[in-house]
């Protein structure tokens, strides 16, 4: 393992309720400073991976079954998930999970408690506002009447307030209008490039992934099946038509045109 | 679902029953049933009865709580009001003892339907409290209501009659109160192969969105409240003719905990757990009486044991349940069937 | 020969723990008594029972379970809801006479119950006993009745009232508490604004007697607090101390520390158990007694131990001599046997002490 | 009509409403951070009750000692139950939790009743005897007493929530577990204080009413009267636990005085109803969110 | 199905003047359009503009201060949710809202709720009515919307076991079985890859083309709405700010800079690029 990984997930399998396997043998590595991005379809494993790395498996009664993850050089395997959170790794988990009872300040102040014993200075919500300004205009609303888009933005603005060194980031774009987007992933490049955090990207958006990414793997049922860098990995001639929907042009093929496949046999005939 | 049954039409698929050892076995149970007073003694019978009667109530209570989400407190004051009603109607009026329990349980409906309406605005743990708040002013209703409950001394039942003789001994009620239970399991397995059964489970599960499909949920939490307390009131109505005292004092809050605890025992939301909790539930205190027999000639004072002893296994079997298995027995069951696939009428 | 079984739905524990243990002990030593002494006509004694926890329904269970085990003719209940709830069955056996720890006024029917008796006054004769005694000491005295609110606490109210009335008592007020009431400050409250002469509890056994007690005290309150029969166990009051004494109830059987001279029965009472016995003891012993005596007479009579003869054979006791348990002889013409006497807590000697002579009420 | 009982009557009520307070206080703790309506406190409280009086009565030990102990017991079974029950049920449906407490609250029972027996008892007096008047209008002590202590207590906790970072540890807790984690908040340890000083709480409200009323295996009971309280209140509100149940003290005083005792629970129960149709989240209780 | 067309060219749904508001929050204002019967129709905006909103407004969850909706003429504003869906409102939701107790089965059956008349006795004894109605709904839903969706491997397992982009088709089911005539999908392919959007593109344009429906669609894949819809409308802070045929309110400068921002992940990278190396 190079000095400069901050992050190791070597060859680890994930079984859920004891029966489900869900990973199968996956391994991947996130430099310091840089940001990977992993791709692949719905039920791919994705999320089981972020959650793998936070600990946040066993609340789903899932488990590591082998392999093993290492964070800034230590192996993770017995960490409470807060204790990895005060070590500086973040997860923005999927579907947002923002504190819905809560303020949209007191979701920051939760926040806050990823600093506990890390002797860091604590970051002014001044700094969330001032990338997302609506959550400047709603701070005393409840988080729960906030809209899907700005539920998004205080997720991360969390991820801000607790200085992690790696950020996990499960599927940021979910939900967000094309504008947001493209702010919502500068900022999280400029985050990247202020302040070297290290992320990992989990996205269906593959283009805008692709946009901020510096390396890329992408899944299928458990496994990588193709990683290196975005430069390599936009050329690909599969990556192009299953996650950038260009078939041979530099254009996407329209909606439009798609194919109507022959339909299954029913059921009972 | 079993492997290996090919079905035949929609009917077959969409049946109570869909394999032949499932039919097998329960006419197997159907003919034990029947002829189970043959072999049991007064007391194996009188607790019979009795099971009779808690299984009626706690698959009245797991439409309610376990399929439609609406938790209550309050299936014993219900119980109460189809006692008292089968009661006021014995003494006062004599009218044959089938209307009268198909009275206890429409009187009870009514009931139900009233304390239910705070399930219109109160949700989740707020509306358990109320249905407790309506159980204890019940309670205050059968205390007070002198003219027709008789206060706190109760009502005396005449015994139910039936074709001109009087339904007195257990073996008699048994054939009287097991078929009726039945009859009310079987009505609870059809309703939910319909859409009010489904209308109720949509309700248990997200409420709002159901009612954006079509759902009013006015009407179904209402009638989801009515027919729970109507199997309440009719099980209140066997339970008089089986006691046939009726007082204030009959039906009291930890009765109501009971078939809360049965159906989480049992199973919430399948009607199978509905009748294996109360089933569970009834025969275990009387389980821990044989220990008990079994135990005093060691343990001089077994006997004082037993009360707190029971005390205890009953909050731990629901603790226990709860935790390590929180699907119920039912789920156990499901289990064994899966593990005996078709034992053992393999094809 | 083959036994006469006595079955048992007994509240070993719960509520009403206290008085299931002392029943199940003064039954068991009277029946030692006879079963050294022969047994009946040659046929031991014996008792078969069931801790309830003062469940009606698993009372019901015990009494079936024990009835399909094995021949009972003698049986002893829990409480007055089980007393009413079993009466249609032992009515309908016929096989059975039935007694227990319930003293409500409505078993006292003869008619309503065929089958059952109580081993002393019921609680409106109770009650009724206190008037006399308060009739005598202070005409015309103000009384203020407090009672639990349960069917055991309401049971005498009716009675109490008109009783006070035909005696020339005023009651001035009637106060119900709630079954589970501990903090009784507003009750207090109430019994201070109506200054009552003597205060009569009904429906308890301990709390919240003590504390009412401790209140009244505090607020200077001249009134003499009374009790019936269940919370007139002196071991209880042992443990409230100073507050306790001066505490007047009726009760229909003599204390265990009773030295009477005709009271040979309590003397062999103390050589069997060294220690105190309480008030329920007493009337499990006298409850086995009668029992007993009940059956001796049946068989002596060449008759089946029939739920009907039995009762008749207990109707038939006249002038009985309960060996001092109760100080004067008694009849059972009826359900119960409506005598009882004055007794007042001393808690400088932890005893109860016999306040009045025997008084009977019976018509 | 009579002022001086009025105000006595009223004082009385405010009395027994600070207990009901104290002891809802530790169902809105728990509330607050598990969203576990702990049907238990009842029994908590009892067992708090009966601690006190085995280290008072039976080992003989002063007040001042036996006090702290009873509370630090009833924050060990907090611990305990927590630990073992409630933990393994993270992320169960809220009526399965509830249900658990209830069985809770059966097996402390039936542990109480083997251990010391179902009579009741009276706890050794420590309050003293002394009446209060304030002016003209009697106060019972002891009730007095459980008034002030009620009030520090809650007033303790409403400062705490005011201006202490970890009130909103406790209601992120509450509202999502993961997403508490992932903000670093020590999920398990919210929990397990959460319950601890709950239970704790409670164990002190029973050494309370226990020295009011006297102990027994039933003063559990007491528990729902509390509940009653924190629903009038809102399950997750310090202020409506003390409002509510101020509140529901004196009503249960006045109906009880001008009703008739059997008339106070359908009051208050009654008022609970109409409470809840008008608020049906307590008059101080967080809405649920619904949105589709 | 039942394509009862309307009056001719007039709107299968109009909204007019609609305004909502939570508190002092305005979350939609005087917003007024219309959706052409067999049209798809799409509602964009940013990220809190109230197209959520608007949708719990049309089937009747919200409850406008101002404004009025008209579904085939009739003004349908006070109408309760149940009966808007009896006259053929159907909808998806933003956030997946299946019935996690049951399977997929039963929950593309609950669609049909409305229509059905089994009442509580018939269904207690299950008698000749209610299981023959039973029965025509199975297989209406088999032959019609199991097959159509090519969901037939799946519609005995519990929806909680199976994969988001399922969930979602399941909703859609759902929807369908509700007979609508109207389709309000709220974002039905966020969260899917490149491949699971093209399967849903080609349901909600058969769904149009096959069973007449009319849809109203909320959704941020822009070049998915761009493709498949006949007219867009644009809100923002619960304003129409544009409205058109997809390309030209593409072209609408206010609304790319409202809402589309370059709308370009190549320019995106260009000038994430760029910056990095100013940097
Ligand atoms: N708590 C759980 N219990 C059981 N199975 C689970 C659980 N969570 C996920 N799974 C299963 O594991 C597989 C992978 O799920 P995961 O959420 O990791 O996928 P993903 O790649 O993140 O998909 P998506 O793009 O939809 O978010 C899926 O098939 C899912 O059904
Ligand atoms: N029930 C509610 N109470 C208070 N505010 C609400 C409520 N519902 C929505 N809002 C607010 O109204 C505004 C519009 O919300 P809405 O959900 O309609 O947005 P949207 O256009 O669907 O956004 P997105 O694309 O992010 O889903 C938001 O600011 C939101 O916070
Ligand atoms: C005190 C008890 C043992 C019986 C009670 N007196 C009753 O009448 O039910
Ligand atoms: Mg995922
Ligand atoms: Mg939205």
Redesign the pocket.
């Known amino acids: 393992m190079a000095a400069d990984t901050i992050l190791d997930i070597n060859n680890i399998e994930v079984v859920y309720n004891k029966t489900i396997q869900v990973l199968r043998g996956l391994s991947l590595s996130v430099e310091r400073g840089r940001i990977v991005t992993l791709l692949g379809s719905n039920g791919a494993g994705k999320s089981t991976t972020l959650k793998a790395v936070s600990s946040l498996l066993t609340l789903e009664n899932g488990a590591v079954t082998s392999g093993s993850i290492r964070f800034d050089g230590e192996d993770i395997a017995r960490a409470t998930p807060h204790g990895l959170v005060r070590r500086g790794l973040f997860h923005v988990m999927e579907g947002r999970r923002i504190f819905e009872d809560l303020t949209v300040e007191e979701n920051l102040t939760a926040a806050t408690f990823a600093l506990s014993g890390r002797g860091l200075k604590p970051t002014a919500f001044d700094l969330v506002y001032q990338y997302f300004p609506r959550l400047y205009e709603?701070r005393q609303?409840?988080a729960?009447?906030?809209?899907?888009?700005?539920?998004?933005m205080l997720a991360i603005g969390r991820a801000l307030i607790a200085q992690p060194s790696l950020i996990l980031l499960d599927e940021p774009s979910l939900?967000?209008?094309p504008i947001l987007v493209e702010e919502i992933f500068s900022i999280i490049a400029s985050i990247n490039r202020d302040t070297g955090v290290s992320m990992l990207l989990v996205e269906q958006n593959a283009a805008v992934a692709f946009a901020v990414a510096h390396y890329g793997y992408i899944m299928e049922s458990g496994k990588i099946v193709l990683d290196g860098p975005t430069e390599r990995l936009v050329r690909d001639e599969d990556v192009r038509e299953f996650y950038l929907g260009m078939s041979g042009g530099e254009h996407a093929k329209s909606y439009r045109d798609i194919k109507h496949y022959k339909r299954r046999k029913r059921w009972l005939s | 679902m079993l492997i290996g049954t090919a079905k035949h039409s929609y009917r077959a698929d969409e049946a109570l029953l869909t394999t032949r050892p499932q039919r097998i076995w329960m006419g197997v149970l159907a003919v034990g049933l029947a002829l189970a007073p043959l072999v049991l003694d007064n007391y194996w019978l009188y607790l019979a009865c009795f099971v009779a009667i808690n299984v009626a109530s706690a698959t009245g209570l797991n439409i309610l709580t376990g399929f439609t989400g609406l938790v209550s407190l309050g299936q014993a004051a219900f119980m109460a009001v189809g006692a008292y009603t089968v009661a006021v109607l014995e003494i006062r009026i004599g009218t044959p003892f089938l209307l009268n329990l198909v009275a206890a349980g429409a009187v009870a409906a009514l009931i139900g339907v009233v304390v239910g309406l705070p399930s219109l605005r109160v949700k989740g743990l707020y509306l358990a409290i109320a249905t407790i708040a309506a159980s204890f002013i019940l309670h205050f209703v059968f205390v007070n209501w002198q003219t027709v409950t008789n206060g706190n001394s109760g009502l005396s039942v005449p015994p139910a009659t039936f074709l001109g003789t009087p339904l007195t001994d257990y073996v008699q009620l048994y054939y009287v109160f097991v078929p009726i239970t039945a009859l009310m399991v079987l009505g609870a397995a059809n309703l939910f192969r319909t859409r009010i059964g489904r209308a109720f489970i949509a309700i248990r599960d997200r409420d709002i969105s159901a009612e954006v499909l079509g759902i009013s949920l006015l009407r179904y939490k209402l009638m989801s409240f009515a027919v729970s307390s109507f199997y309440a009131g009719l099980a209140g109505g066997m339970w008089a003719y089986f006691f046939r005292v009726v007082t204030p004092e009959s039906f009291p809050f930890v009765y109501s905990i009971f078939f809360l605890a049965a159906i989480i025992v049992g199973g919430m939301g399948t009607i199978l757990g509905g009748i294996l909790g109360a089933v569970f539930m009834t025969l275990v205190p009387e389980l821990l009486r044989f220990v008990v027999d079994i135990l005093s000639p060691v343990l001089p004072n077994a006997g004082t044991l037993l009360s707190p002893v029971r005390t205890i296994v009953f909050g731990a079997l629901i603790i226990g349940f709860l935790v390590f298995e929180p699907k119920g027995l039912a789920e156990i069951v499901q289990r064994l069937r899966r593990f005996f696939h078709l034992w053992p009428f393999k094809k | 020969a083959d036994e006469i079984v006595i079955g048992g739905s007994i509240p070993l524990t719960g509520v009403f723990a206290f008085a299931g243990v002392g029943v199940e002990a003064g039954m068991q030593d009277y029946i030692k008594i006879v079963n050294e002494a022969g047994g009946i006509a040659g046929r031991k004694l014996r008792l078969a029972y069931e801790d309830t926890g003062y469940k009606v329904d698993a009372s019901v269970a015990a009494f079936n379970k024990l009835t399909s085990q094995e021949t009972i003719n003698l049986y002893y209940g829990d409480s007055t809801g089980f007393a009413k709830t079993i009466n249609p069955e032992i009515d309908r056996m016929g096989s059975i006479l039935m007694a227990g720890a319930s003293f409500a006024t409505e078993l006292n029917d003869p008619k309503a119950f065929p089958h059952q008796f109580m081993a002393g006054p019921d609680y409106s004769e109770m009650t009724g006993i206190l008037l006399e005694y308060i009739a005598k000491e202070k005409p015309g005295a103000k009384i203020v009745l407090v009672n639990s609110d349960t069917e055991f606490g309401r049971d005498p109210i009716a009675a109490t009232k008109a009783r006070a009335k035909e005696l020339g008592l005023e009651v001035v007020e009637e106060i119900i508490t709630p079954p589970t009431a501990v903090d009784v400050s507003t009750e207090v409250l109430k019994l201070r604004r109506a200054r009552p002469d003597y205060t009569i509890f009904h429906g308890y056994v301990l709390a919240p007697l003590p504390e009412f007690m401790t209140q009244a005290k505090q607020l200077g309150l001249e009134t003499k607090f009374m009790g019936t029969f269940w919370s007139m166990d002196s071991s209880i009051w042992d443990k409230v101390g100073e507050v306790a004494d001066g505490f007047m109830g009726v009760m229909p059987y003599r204390y265990y520390y009773d030295e009477a001279e005709d009271a040979p029965m309590l003397k062999r009472i103390r050589e069997m158990r060294p220690t105190y016995q309480s008030t329920p003891y007493m009337q499990g012993f006298l409850t086995a007694m009668l029992f007993a005596e009940a059956a001796k007479r049946t068989l002596e009579a060449g008759k089946d131990l029939t739920g009907a003869n039995l009762k008749a054979a207990l109707n038939s006791i006249q002038d009985f001599d309960t060996g001092g348990l109760i100080g004067m002889p008694i009849s059972i013409p009826g359900n119960s046997i409506p005598v009882g006497r004055i007794y007042q807590y001393n808690a400088a000697a932890k005893k109860m002490e016999p306040a009045s002579d025997w008084i009977s009420v019976q018509e | 009509m009579d002022v001086l009982f009025f105000i006595e009557v009223s004082l009385a009520g405010l009395g027994s409403g600070a207990l009901l307070s104290l002891t809802a206080l530790a169902f809105v703790l728990i509330y607050k951070a598990t969203r576990v309506i702990n049907l238990a406190v009842g029994e908590v409280l009892m067992l708090g009750a009966y601690l006190f009086f085995a280290f008072a009565s039976g080992l003989g030990m002063p007040a001042w000692a036996a006090i702290p102990l009873a509370i630090a017991g009833g924050g060990a079974i907090g611990a305990v139950v927590e630990r073992g029950m409630i933990r393994p049920m993270l992320g169960e449906n809220p009526i399965a939790v509830f249900m658990v407490t209830i069985g809770l609250g059966s097996v402390l029972v039936g542990l109480v009743e083997l251990t010391w027996g179902t009579d009741p008892r009276a706890l050794p007096a420590f309050m003293g005897n002394a009446p209060i008047f304030l002016g003209e209008a009697y106060v019972s002590r002891k009730i007095a007493i459980a008034f002030v202590v009620a009030a520090l207590v809650i007033a303790l906790f409403l400062a705490l929530f005011r201006f202490w970072r970890g009130g909103v540890a406790l209601r992120a807790t509450a509202t999502d577990q993961a997403a508490a984690y992932s903000c670093g908040i020590n999920v398990p340890g919210v929990f397990s204080l959460a319950w601890i000083i709950g239970c704790g709480t409670a164990a002190g409200a029973g050494v309370l009413l226990g020295a009011i009323g006297g102990i027994s295996p039933a003063m559990g009971v007491f528990g729902l009267s509390a509940l009653v309280v924190v629903i009038v209140g809102g399950l997750d509100s310090v202020a409506g636990a003390l409002l509510g149940g101020l509140a529901i003290g004196l009503i249960e005083a006045w109906a009880g005085t001008y009703l008739g005792g059997e008339y106070k629970l359908v009051t208050t129960f009654g008022l609970l109803i109409v409470a809840l149709m008008i608020r049906p989240y307590g008059l101080f209780g967080t809405r649920e969110?619904?949105?589709l | 199905m039942q394509a009862r067309a309307g009056a001719q060219g007039a709107a299968r749904l109009k909204v007019e003047g609609l305004s909502?508001s939570?508190?002092g929050?305005k979350?939609?204002r005087d917003v007024s359009f219309e959706v052409e019967p067999g049209s798809i129709t799409a509602l964009i905006?940013?990220?809190?503009?109230?197209?959520?909103?608007?949708?719990?407004c049309i089937s009747g969850f919200?409850k406008p201060q101002a404004g009025r909706i008209v579904y085939d003429g009739a003004d349908v504003t006070r109408t309760h949710p149940p009966e808007r869906a009896k006259m053929g409102f159907a909808r998806t939701f933003?956030n997946i809202a299946l019935f996690r107790g049951m399977t997929v089965l039963d929950n593309i059956k609950l669609g049909r709720h409305a229509y059905m008349k089994t009442n509580l006795l018939q269904a207690l004894a299950y008698w000749g009515p209610a299981a023959r109605e039973e029965m025509e709904l199975r297989a209406e839903v088999e032959q019609r919307i199991i097959d159509f969706l090519e969901i037939n491997h799946i519609r005995n397992m519990p929806v909680a076991a199976l994969s988001y982009g399922l969930q979602k088709r399941v909703e859609l089911a759902r929807a369908l079985a509700m007979r609508p005539r109207i389709l309000l999908l709220?974002?039905p392919v966020a969260g899917m890859n490149r491949e699971e959007t093209e399967d849903m593109a080609r349901f909600i344009l058969d769904v149009k083309e096959e069973w007449g429906t009319t849809i109203l669609m909320?959704e941020?894949d822009m070049s998915m709405v761009m493709d498949i819809s006949d007219h867009v409308v644009v809100?923002n802070f619960?304003e129409v700010i544009s409205s058109g045929l997809p390309h030209e309110v593409q072209a609408d400068p206010h609304v790319a800079e409202a809402y589309l921002g370059s709308g370009d992940p190549a320019a995106l990278m260009a000038r994430l690029k760029a910056e990095a190396g100013a940097a």
């Open positions: 709603r609303g409840r729960g009447y906030l809209s899907g888009g700005e539920q998004q939900g967000l209008s | 969110i619904e949105r | 909502l939570f508190g929050l979350a939609l905006g940013p990220n809190g503009a109230g197209k959520t909103s608007m949708f719990n919200y933003q709220d974002e909320v941020h809100l619960g």
